[in-house]
């Protein structure tokens, strides 16, 4: 059983998101991918933060019917910020040994992986997959191949070792990092709410299940 664990802030949830956590599922594979979204996140202000149970609630309908993605609670039932490496702990306990887990982080984090609580801690006790995406000067695999390189080798462990061929970066302790390439969607939260404080439509940006609770709560005006 392999299962992915996708974290963030999900403030909302939206199609970006969604389409890579399936197109993880079906390329990697994973028989299951669990979006988990977090209760006080520890690097994000709490200005226009929506309710973590609301967060919750757009994701497991916006998953709901969909073969291999799942949503979890497991940082909203734990008081005080979440940390990742706390998270993955939970989740090991909460399956059993033959699971295999994934954390799966979008470069951009992933590229910020050095400022996060216990990194090496985390490095050491999962593996991850990477969702790499044209970006800002990144917009070959190349590019982004030789900016995950660098950041590996030079930041983290000068242990890593990489193979483009086979999409992983493998070192003699630490857990591998697998890439996979997603379709790039230019779409975020915070743009969503951006669009729906300046009034416009933010329709086909996230599902339709999803847009009903924003609007229906008047979420982010
Ligand atoms: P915000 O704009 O508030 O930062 P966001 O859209 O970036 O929101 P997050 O909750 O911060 O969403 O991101 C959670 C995870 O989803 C991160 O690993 C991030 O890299 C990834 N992600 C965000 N947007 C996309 C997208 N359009 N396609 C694929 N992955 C994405
Ligand atoms: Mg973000």
């Known amino acids: 059983m392999r299962i992915g ?93 033959t699971a295999r887990l994934y954390l799966i982080v979008g470069l951009d984090a992933f590229l910020e992986l050095d400022t996060w609580k216990s990194y090496r801690t985390l490095l050491n006790s999962v593996a991850l997959i990477v969702m790499s995406r044209p970006e800002r000067g990144l917009e070959t695999s190349t590019e982004r191949w030789q900016a995950l390189n660098d950041f590996l080798c030079h930041g983290i462990s000068k242990e890593y070792t990489g193979s483009e061929e086979r999409s992983v970066f493998s070192h003699p302790q630490l857990m591998p990092i697998h890439v996979i390439n997603v379709t790039m969607l230019d779409i975020s939260s915070s743009k969503i709410r951006e669009l729906i404080r300046s009034g416009c439509s933010v329709r086909y940006l996230l599902p339709a299940e999803v847009l009903d609770i924003v609007e229906s709560r008047g979420l982010y005006v």
């Open 5 to 97: 664990l996708f974290g963030g802030t999900f403030n909302p949830v939206h199609i970006g998101h969604l389409r890579a956590a399936l197109e993880v599922v079906e390329k990697f594979p994973l028989d299951e991918c669990y979006l988990v979204p977090a209760a006080t996140p520890p690097h994000k202000a709490t200005g226009d933060m929506v309710d973590a149970n609301i967060r919750y609630d757009m994701i497991r309908r916006a998953v709901t019917g969909q073969a291999g993605l799942k949503v979890s609670d497991i940082e909203l039932k734990r008081p005080g910020p979440s940390y990742t490496v706390d998270t993955v702990r939970l989740f090991r306990e909460k399956f059993s040994d």
